[in-house]
């Protein structure tokens, strides 16, 4: 029988149906008041490599995990017990049923961030912060899992697309929750939405297969809420700076049409021409004054959902294709630099020495992959 987590005892744990009706101050609270999250809290430090601006944040206590010292190939097996159908997770904040089962979010028990006692008087202007005597800077903010379903194998590439985009729609409300948040908890952004200031950052990340860095095998989003923007958001707010548009309006205006994977209408999905790895692919947001999930209307949370499950389904199969065990990373790029775009990293090369220097040595050509993609995906 499939594995999954049932709903009766998914109600043990549920702190909330609606994350959007808790009082913030009391989800800070039931952050702060587990033992099982301070025991493998984060040491709340974020240090900067000032060579090329990398961020690292330290957790000691994460090697401690369970599923981090089993070997890779154990990782993705699917008859293992799986803690999250057994119902041995965090407290669940949101709950939506779906045709098949239902989708939650609930708390990383290993975070990467974790509220700390004092918030210190920082700049939160990146460009403005200085650290003369290399401390590092506090890093702050709590950590939380999407469960994409309550069955173990369903994941958005074999789930129904209803489904798939209430998935998507939690994961929306669930961002703007957080950057809306009334308290002091959190640091205030650089940017603002329609003239209101918004509080933290929302790092949306996805690991699939042991090779991508994934743990569990069941399906999930990670959402860290932090003080901390990670480079590649900078990296994207630089870009505006720079250029004076946004990265995905360039590569709306400069990627060779021979790249293009799929035009959905309002959203496109593309093979860079800087592509790293093969299979790279972006899914683009035509109206790139939206910089956030939330601020999507209907219609494009309709087309992001199906790129995202039409982008998986062919990276998955098209790595099966190439003898590989599926894995992949998809990247939510939301925040002060956006356009909003997606980013699907494929695990079909690994990192060399050459790639740790910046020189990525890539063993497709991005036309080829495109072709490839287009021949997997449904015009
Ligand atoms: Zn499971």
């Excluded at 089962?101 to 708390?107: D, H």
Aim: hydrophobic share 35%.
């Amino acid at each position: 029988m499939t594995q999954q987590l049932k709903l009766q005892d998914a109600k043990k744990l549920m702190l909330s149906f609606d994350i959007g009706k808790l009082d913030f101050a009391k989800i800070i609270d039931n952050i702060n008041n587990d033992k099982l999250l301070k025991q493998f809290s984060p040491d709340g430090i974020c240090q900067i490599d000032p060579r090329n601006g990398n961020l690292v944040i330290y957790n000691s206590s994460r090697a401690k995990r369970i599923h981090t010292t089993v070997d890779n190939s154990q990782a993705v097996k699917d008859d293992m017990p799986c803690p999250i159908c057994e119902g041995k997770s965090s407290d669940i904040f949101d709950l939506v049923e779906q045709s098949e089962g239902f989708t939650f979010i609930n708390k990383n028990i290993y975070p990467i961030f974790h509220p700390i006692d004092e918030i210190p008087n920082e700049e939160a202007d990146y460009f403005s912060h200085q650290d003369l005597e290399h401390k590092g800077r506090a890093s702050y903010g709590f950590h939380l899992l999407q469960w994409t379903s309550s069955i173990h194998n369903k994941d958005w590439h074999n789930m129904p697309f209803a489904d798939a985009l209430i998935s998507f729609k939690q994961l929306a409300k669930l961002e703007e929750i957080l950057l809306y948040q009334p308290t002091n908890f959190m640091s205030r952004s650089v940017t603002k939405i329609d003239q209101q200031v918004v509080s933290g950052y929302i790092s949306i990340i996805k690991n699939y297969g042991a090779a991508a860095g994934a743990s569990l095998s069941h399906g999930h989003q990670q959402i860290a809420y932090s003080n901390i923007l990670p480079q590649r958001f900078f990296n994207n707010l630089r870009f505006r700076k720079r250029h004076n548009k946004s990265f995905s309006l360039f590569m709306l205006e400069e990627n060779p049409s021979e790249l293009l994977v799929k035009d959905y209408g309002d959203v496109v999905l593309i093979v860079p021409y800087f592509m790293k790895r093969p299979l790279d692919m972006l899914l683009m947001v035509k109206d790139t004054n939206k910089r956030y999930l939330h601020q999507l209307s209907v219609h494009e949370k309709q087309q992001v959902t199906q790129g995202i499950q039409e982008a998986i389904r062919a990276i998955i199969a098209l790595m099966e294709n190439m003898k590989l065990q599926p894995a992949y990373n998809m990247i939510i790029n939301n925040g002060p630099g956006c356009g909003l775009y997606l980013e699907f990293l494929p695990q079909t090369q690994k990192m060399g020495g050459y790639e740790q220097i910046g020189l990525f040595v890539c063993q497709a050509n991005a036309a080829d992959s495109a072709k490839q993609l287009r021949e997997q995906i449904p015009s």
